[in-house]
């Protein structure tokens, strides 16, 4: 036996002991929980679907960073195959490849960043359980360049044999089924190594392809490409011997065209989707080409040659029932807008589906960005013909999933719809659950975020007005819990003259603009500092003050008419509101290691003793503005404060005068929020995303952080990625988690009665 699979081998059992040592310490302090998306229908980029061919009605999806997905026709819905992933960079997803002749075998090729882990993941029951097969090559699934592919691929007619192409590595082989991987020395691309600038990629290989028709199964397939993204005077390659050896094909696309999505007839024809970029938001200019296998002569067959086009192609396939039907979507085209078209004669002539399509967005409504209709969509990197049906064509967004069964009619409309029932593929930044209303609002990365009336339906529309491109934070008014407030990042285009703050009245289901005018600081000339994403707001218990965290905090009490800056406020301080005492706001000043309280409504902030706490305040400080505050007002409790300090939790009921320490030494919080209190309990139940006997992972505490029971399990880890988490205080158990990909989550004690409707 080699002595790298013994250490593999020893490896996987010390990881099986440890997970058994972890099992049982955890045993006598879990609870078991059952969790459920918030339904948004989607809403991030899936760069590509990939339909099985061995099996009718099967289909995956990849994702930038929220795992990949199976489609279940049983369920008529998309099944998320990581849940139980606890490794971050797993859940960026570089390429899928399912068996073409078994249709339980599935392979992931999972790696979010090259800072991160990458792995090879087998599946032999269709994403259930996966066999890890971690790999020196890094990848880069949520990097420029994550439309690309597929990068991974499956000899047909020798299923054990896969090639990856790798970012950085070159071509890298496989002829166990992926559990062992070695560099083809022979491909004349050997990869430009990591990147200089740890904020750049490389497209490296962009695609690998079989040609089935040049093998028999068992013998292997003589015929492979291979195709680089990468500046060079060659970017398509070839072997005719099962990829041992490799040449440039010769002709086809000038330098300046990089291949980035191909795919292959069953007449040996490949057509090749080029882009001046690897995308998906860097094409200026592409180009679409059949390459003949006799005598390689090579088609120029672009759709749109108007030069006042914009933007270039990425997605392609060939219909496997019908010899030359075609497809292929462009890609940053936003002039004229982006498109599919369909060919049935080899490229020849094209029709644009666009023209003809529409879209009923009634699963998703939020779709239409607050416009009459919803567009056709951007960043449409990914496009599979069904291989069993010539009806059904799907295609990715940059926000969704859309499908038709009407790609066989010759003429007249035809409707697309979302495909998405099941996928949650969004970053959420932040939650709050108020005290009355919507059971939650969010605040979503890209999305801007909803109020959820529901937690089983997509939400009308997102948070317009301001329409913002991310949420960073919201607040609601303890005593009024209908007036909401919220802060967030500008899109390019804001046409709300550069507002960041909005306001609301009724539960955030409409919103009012806020400005906070220019501010001068020192000598400097006055200016605005609401605009870039990172002034949070907070609004008082009674909802009639606001308070924004500029560099010189500013308040009103007038809905933004006028302004003015609370008295003994340091600068960047930032004044969260007690829930139940109008007049009683706080402030931690970091560099004096002191808490600031103000009794007049914020007009003015004064030191208190806040006898309990360190003296340093340091570790409590927040990395950037999407993170969760560490201090926390209890809802219908004046005075009553928890605050995270470095991971241990204090706890107040005089309004900041003096503390205790709420949590022991054996749990290191992350990030916390407050709920329900359980029956005869004197404290709100406290969740946190926490580390407790080296398991990190979602607990909750309801004796005030005296002790601490697990609720998430080995089933339900999202990646461990994480960005705020909540309790419901209207009920007990009920906790709402914000992760980074897999959507918004909710949990509540198993057996719990949960109804479909507002709680």
């Given at each position: 036996?080699?002595?790298?699979?013994?250490?593999?081998?020893?490896a996987?059992?010390?990881?099986?002991?440890?997970?058994?040592?972890?099992?049982?310490?955890?045993?006598?302090?879990?609870?078991?929980?059952?969790?459920?998306?918030?339904?948004?229908?989607?809403?991030?980029?899936?760069?590509?679907i990939?339909?099985?061919?061995?099996?009718?009605?099967?289909?995956?999806?990849?994702?930038?960073?929220?795992?990949?997905?199976?489609?279940?026709?049983?369920?008529?819905?998309?099944?998320?195959?990581?849940?139980?992933?606890?490794?971050?960079?797993?859940?960026?997803?570089?390429?899928?490849?399912?068996?073409?002749?078994?249709?339980?075998?599935?392979?992931?090729?999972?790696?979010?960043?090259?800072?991160?882990?990458?792995a090879?993941?087998?599946?032999a029951d269709?994403?259930?359980?996966?066999?890890?097969?971690?790999?020196?090559?890094?990848?880069?699934?949520?990097?420029?360049?994550?439309?690309?592919?597929?990068?991974?691929?499956?000899?047909?007619?020798?299923?054990?044999?896969?090639?990856?192409?790798?970012?950085?590595?070159?071509?890298?082989?496989?002829?166990?089924?992926?559990?062992?991987?070695?560099?083809?020395?022979?491909?004349?691309?050997?990869?430009?190594?990591?990147?200089?600038?740890?904020?750049?990629?490389?497209?490296?290989?962009?695609?690998?392809?079989?040609?089935?028709?040049?093998?028999?199964?068992?013998?292997?397939?003589?015929?492979?490409?291979?195709?680089?993204?990468?500046?060079?005077?060659?970017?398509?390659?070839?072997?005719?011997?099962?990829?041992?050896?490799?040449?440039?094909?010769?002709?086809?696309?000038?330098?300046?065209?990089?291949?980035?999505?191909?795919?292959?007839?069953?007449?040996?024809?490949?057509?090749?989707?080029?882009?001046?970029?690897?995308?998906?938001?860097?094409?200026?200019?592409?180009?679409?080409?059949?390459?003949?296998?006799?005598?390689?002569?090579?088609?120029?067959?672009?759709?749109?040659?108007?030069?006042?086009?914009?933007?270039?192609?990425?997605?392609?396939?060939?219909?496997?029932?019908?010899?030359?039907?075609?497809?292929?979507?462009?890609?940053?085209?936003?002039?004229?807008?982006?498109?599919?078209?369909?060919?049935?004669?080899?490229?020849?002539?094209?029709?644009?589906?666009?023209?003809?399509?529409?879209?009923?967005?009634?699963?998703?409504?939020?779709?239409?960005?607050?416009?009459?209709?919803?567009?056709?969509?951007?960043?449409?990197?990914?496009?599979?013909?069904?291989?069993?049906?010539?009806?059904?064509?799907?295609?990715?967004?940059?926000?969704?999933?859309?499908?038709?069964?009407?790609?066989?009619?010759?003429?007249?409309?035809?409707?697309?719809?979302?495909?998405v029932?099941?996928?949650?593929?969004?970053?959420?930044?932040?939650?709050?659950?108020?005290?009355?209303?919507?059971?939650?609002?969010?605040?979503?990365?890209?999305?801007?975020?909803?109020?959820?009336?529901?937690l089983?339906?997509?939400?009308?529309?997102?948070?317009?007005?301001?329409?913002?491109?991310?949420?960073?934070?919201?607040?609601?008014?303890g005593?009024?819990?209908?007036?909401?407030?919220?802060?967030?990042?500008?899109?390019?285009?804001?046409?709300?003259?550069?507002?960041?703050?909005?306001?609301?009245?009724?539960?955030?289901?409409?919103?009012?603009?806020?400005?906070?005018?220019?501010?001068?600081?020192?000598?400097?000339?006055?200016?605005?500092?609401?605009?870039?994403?990172?002034a949070?707001?907070?609004?008082?218990?009674?909802?009639?003050?606001?308070?924004?965290?500029?560099?010189?905090?500013?308040?009103?009490?007038?809905?933004?008419?006028?302004?003015?800056?609370p008295?003994g406020?340091?600068?960047?301080?930032?004044?969260?509101?007690?829930?139940?005492?109008?007049?009683?706001?706080?402030?931690?000043?970091?560099?004096?290691?002191?808490?600031?309280?103000?009794?007049?409504?914020?007009?003015?902030?004064?030191?208190?003793?806040?006898?309990?706490?360190?003296?340093?305040?340091?570790?409590?400080?927040?990395?950037?503005?999407?993170?969760?505050?560490?201090?926390?007002?209890?809802?219908?409790?004046?005075?009553?404060?928890?605050?995270?300090?470095?991971?241990?939790?204090?706890?107040?009921?005089?309004?900041?005068?003096?503390?205790?320490?709420?949590?022991?030494?054996?749990?290191?919080?992350?990030?916390?929020?407050?709920?329900?209190?359980?029956?005869?309990?004197?404290?709100?139940?406290?969740?946190?995303?926490?580390?407790?006997?080296?398991?990190?992972?979602?607990?909750?505490?309801?004796?005030?952080?005296?002790?601490?029971?697990?609720?998430?399990?080995?089933?339900?880890?999202?990646?461990?990625?994480?960005?705020?988490?909540?309790?419901d205080?209207?009920?007990?158990?009920?906790v709402?988690?914000?992760?980074?990909?897999?959507?918004?989550i909710?949990g509540?004690?198993?057996?719990?009665?949960?109804?479909?409707?507002?709680?």
């Amino acid at each position: 036996m080699k002595p790298a699979k013994l250490l593999r081998l020893a490896a996987a059992a010390l990881a099986c002991v440890a997970a058994a040592c972890t099992a049982a310490d955890r045993r006598s302090d879990t609870a078991p929980y059952a969790w459920r998306n918030v339904t948004v229908g989607a809403g991030g980029f899936a760069p590509n679907i990939v339909f099985s061919r061995a099996e009718l009605q099967l289909a995956y999806l990849r994702t930038d960073m929220g795992g990949a997905y199976r489609w279940d026709i049983r369920q008529q819905s998309w099944i998320p195959l990581q849940d139980g992933n606890p490794v971050s960079s797993y859940m960026g997803i570089e390429s899928v490849a399912a068996d073409p002749v078994d249709p339980d075998i599935v392979y992931l090729a999972a790696g979010m960043h090259i800072r991160g882990e990458a792995a090879i993941l087998r599946s032999a029951d269709r994403g259930e359980t996966w066999t890890v097969a971690p790999v020196p090559f890094r990848m880069g699934g949520n990097e420029p360049g994550r439309g690309l592919g597929e990068r991974l691929a499956i000899d047909p007619n020798r299923t054990a044999t896969l090639f990856f192409g790798s970012r950085h590595d070159g071509l890298q082989r496989s002829d166990d089924n992926g559990r062992t991987w070695r560099k083809v020395d022979s491909f004349p691309h050997a990869g430009l190594g990591p990147p200089a600038d740890r904020r750049s990629t490389h497209g490296g290989i962009s695609f690998v392809l079989f040609d089935p028709a040049s093998g028999r199964p068992g013998t292997g397939s003589r015929i492979v490409y291979a195709a680089v993204a990468d500046p060079g005077e060659h970017h398509l390659f070839r072997s005719a011997d099962g990829g041992r050896r490799w040449a440039p094909v010769p002709g086809g696309p000038g330098a300046e065209m990089l291949p980035v999505r191909a795919d292959i007839d069953a007449e040996g024809r490949l057509y090749v989707a080029c882009s001046t970029g690897i995308g998906p938001s860097d094409i200026a200019d592409g180009s679409v080409w059949r390459l003949d296998p006799e005598g390689d002569r090579w088609t120029d067959i672009t759709p749109d040659r108007s030069p006042a086009s914009e933007g270039g192609y990425m997605g392609i396939s060939v219909d496997r029932r019908r010899p030359g039907r075609v497809a292929v979507s462009s890609i940053n085209r936003w002039q004229p807008g982006d498109t599919v078209w369909l060919s049935e004669d080899a490229g020849r002539s094209w029709t644009d589906l666009g023209s003809r399509s529409r879209r009923d967005v009634s699963l998703s409504p939020w779709l239409r960005w607050g416009e009459a209709e919803a567009d056709f969509g951007h960043w449409t990197a990914g496009l599979a013909i069904d291989p069993f049906d010539s009806g059904v064509i799907a295609y990715t967004t940059g926000a969704t999933i859309y499908r038709t069964d009407q790609a066989d009619r010759p003429e007249g409309e035809m409707l697309w719809a979302p495909w998405v029932r099941g996928v949650e593929q969004t970053a959420v930044i932040t939650l709050i659950s108020p005290t009355a209303g919507a059971p939650v609002v969010s605040g979503f990365g890209d999305l801007a975020g909803f109020v959820h009336e529901r937690l089983d339906a997509s939400p009308p529309a997102m948070h317009l007005n301001p329409r913002l491109s991310n949420t960073n934070n919201l607040d609601y008014a303890g005593l009024r819990p209908e007036i909401l407030v919220r802060s967030g990042s500008l899109h390019a285009e804001q046409p709300q003259g550069g507002a960041s703050l909005g306001w609301s009245e009724d539960g955030g289901r409409t919103w009012q603009p806020l400005r906070v005018p220019p501010i001068r600081i020192g000598d400097a000339a006055p200016r605005r500092y609401d605009l870039r994403g990172d002034a949070p707001i907070d609004v008082s218990a009674d909802g009639a003050v606001f308070v924004v965290a500029t560099p010189v905090a500013m308040a009103t009490r007038d809905r933004g008419s006028t302004w003015e800056a609370p008295r003994g406020l340091p600068p960047g301080a930032r004044a969260i509101a007690d829930k139940v005492d109008p007049a009683l706001f706080y402030a931690i000043d970091f560099d004096a290691g002191r808490l600031l309280v103000s009794r007049d409504a914020a007009r003015s902030f004064a030191p208190v003793p806040a006898r309990g706490l360190p003296t340093d305040l340091s570790p409590a400080r927040t990395g950037n503005r999407e993170d969760q505050w560490p201090l926390r007002a209890t809802p219908g409790r004046a005075g009553e404060l928890w605050f995270n300090l470095g991971g241990r939790l204090f706890h107040c009921r005089d309004g900041a005068r003096s503390f205790r320490a709420a949590s022991g030494a054996d749990i290191a919080i992350e990030k916390f929020g407050l709920g329900h209190a359980a029956r005869g309990s004197d404290f709100p139940s406290l969740y946190a995303i926490a580390v407790k006997d080296r398991v990190r992972g979602v607990w909750r505490s309801d004796d005030g952080g005296a002790s601490w029971v697990q609720i998430n399990d080995d089933r339900h880890q999202w990646g461990l990625r994480f960005r705020a988490i909540s309790g419901d205080p209207r009920r007990h158990g009920r906790v709402y988690i914000a992760t980074d990909g897999r959507g918004l989550i909710y949990g509540d004690p198993e057996g719990a009665s949960v109804t479909p409707d507002r709680r």
